[in-house]
């Protein structure tokens, strides 16, 4: 695994074990959301919650593979709700963390004794902090029926991980943490679903525009206009990597992060001749195919980025290329490129999946980045020989795709570009009641 990219601040190291009972709220809401807003200076993904007594609104960027909800608790944290997780409580064992000390200063907020502690991330520095405190407070977040928004329900006791101001550097003005959606027990989808008893699963839906809100919805039943999600994403199957390639290496525990399973890479319908053995992954956790938000652009690994390229240029051999824009090398002029309901009109993208049938399509609005006033780029970044992980679909591919996660069959529902059936992320209701 390639951590040596990765800060590690390891500061605990003694073991421990605990126990937990979540507070719940009534009446229990059918799904929760959170509406998502586009950065227009990091193009990270932002959305708000409240949290502490009394209720402050706090900005997180979303980490789709992120292990927990962790905020600055070093800067300003007040509330009278506040409580620490102990060594020997549940909240620990839900965490999974085997890690407790003592503060090295007097106890404050973010530093207890006989606390323990976990491993939060920052995607945008990449920057691990074994030195996270397990903690609990209120938190608020809003309710919905499926298409309309209800009221905030308050939850009483939601385990975070506090973590000092450092961590924060590489977020978005105003941010003070992290909402984790990762495949972990204190990661919001988990905690959600067991504190409100409704199906582990949760949609992410992804705005283009840094003017209107995308929306992270819990639970069963997102509508959007001309989408039925019974009917209109194709299924595949979530990949478990056994490293945790955001996580310490030697704490031995599967990845929080999203993996599928492509099997090949089509560019206007015909294969690209990759190295599959980069498809897969290893016994250390390399290669394959995740999907994230630390990353704006999707990434390539070198060899299959040059392949990709090449074809996608010779497909699109009529336009004309123009110099290249970082981080961007393969670059047109716009003039030379025409139009379509799914963006530019660009070779389509094909990624593989279980079968020849399945396939997640990126169109030209998910593919062509416009980086100038006549110039637009294919979207995708050279990530590098031998990355820890082969195929990166950042950010920009997400957008305006509908995504499901089913934590407890371990599926991911895709819709491709909702443009091509004349709706998008910024289309779901976070204002009116019927």
């Excluded at 009972?21 to 998502?36: N, W, Y």
């Excluded at 020997?88 to 007097?106: D, F, L, R, W």
């Excluded at 973590?163 to 989808?189: D, N």
């Excluded at 996660?405 to 009116?432: H, I, M």
Aim: with cysteine.
């Amino acid at each position: 695994m390639a951590f040596t990219s990765y800060h590690l601040i390891l500061l605990w190291s003694l073991l421990s074990i605990s126990s937990y009972c979540i507070g719940q709220t009534s009446p229990q809401p059918k799904a929760l959301i959170l509406p998502v807003t586009k950065d227009s200076s990091t193009l990270q993904y932002i959305t708000q919650i409240g949290q502490r007594t009394p209720l402050v609104p706090i900005e997180l960027t979303i980490h789709l593979g992120g292990q927990t909800l962790w905020v600055d608790c070093e800067n300003g944290y007040v509330s009278s709700t506040y409580r620490p997780a102990l060594c020997g409580s549940t909240q620990c064992t839900i965490a999974k963390v085997n890690t407790c000390g003592n503060c090295t200063t007097a106890p404050k907020i973010g530093c207890n004794n006989n606390a323990c502690y976990n491993t939060p991330e920052n995607p945008f520095i990449k920057t691990l902090y074994d030195g996270g405190e397990i903690n609990e407070d209120v938190l608020s977040i809003q309710s919905t029926d499926g298409s309309n928004p209800g009221n905030f329900v308050k939850i009483p006791s939601f385990i975070f991980t506090c973590v000092p101001t450092f961590l924060t550097e590489g977020l978005a003005s105003g941010v003070k943490g992290t909402a984790g959606l990762g495949r972990h027990q204190i990661a919001l989808p988990s905690q959600l679903a067991q504190i409100f008893s409704f199906p582990r699963k949760f949609a992410v839906c992804l705005s283009s525009s840094t003017q209107s809100s995308g929306v992270i919805y819990f639970g069963d039943g997102m509508t959007l206009p001309n989408i039925d999600g019974s009917k209109d994403l194709i299924f595949t199957p979530l990949i478990t990597n056994p490293f945790g390639t955001g996580s310490v290496p030697f704490l031995n525990e599967s990845s929080s992060e999203y993996f599928i399973g492509v099997k090949a890479i089509r560019v206007n319908g015909k294969p690209a001749t990759i190295n599959k053995k980069l498809l897969g992954i290893d016994k250390r956790g390399n290669g394959g195919t995740k999907i994230s938000t630390g990353s704006p652009y999707s990434i390539l690994e070198s060899s299959i980025y040059d392949v990709v390229t090449k074809a996608f240029i010779d497909e699109l051999s009529n336009a004309t290329r123009v110099a290249a824009v970082e981080p961007f090398e393969t670059c047109f002029s716009s003039k030379s490129v025409g139009s379509t309901r799914v963006g530019p009109a660009v070779p389509a993208i094909d990624l593989v999946l279980q079968t020849t049938q399945v396939y997640w399509r990126i169109f030209g609005a998910n593919s062509m980045v416009k980086v100038g006033q006549d110039v637009m780029c294919l979207g995708f970044v050279n990530g590098g020989v031998k990355p820890t992980t082969s195929i990166v679909i950042g950010g920009y591919q997400l957008e305006d795709n509908l995504l499901q996660f089913d934590l407890t069959r371990s599926t991911l529902g895709l819709s491709s570009s909702l443009l091509f059936r004349q709706t998008t992320c910024a289309n779901f209701n976070f204002t009116t009641k019927a």
